[in-house]
């Protein structure tokens, strides 16, 4: 007599082409990836500095429905899922923003913006 409506999900799902690219840049304001938005408008691609002292991965893959980039970027990065560590990120970046709202007094002397690792370090 009972019904559950519904589909069930699987357990596991893998990533469909899955490509990965390692960019350096220099400026951390400007886009390191083209967006829908600016691929619609026929923007062009962004490109970074190849000697660039900053580095980022950029992703791109395909997921099927009901399943969510934020896991597979917690599995790949091997975080944790708990609440309590989930609340203790969002706790530290919120601290870390506020704490990195810098003068150009507070910045180092080739005046660049410290690095986090420097503001733990001081």
Known sequence: EFSLPGAYRRIIEYPRDLSWQLLRYEDPTLPLVQ???????????????????LQALSLEFTLVPSTYATMLLRELTKQSTELSHQLHMNTSSLHHRSSNQSTPDDRTPDNKHPSPTDAANS
């Open 35 to 53: 967006t829908d938005l600016a691929r619609l408008r026929g923007e062009a691609f962004p490109t970074g500095n190849s000697q660039g002292p």
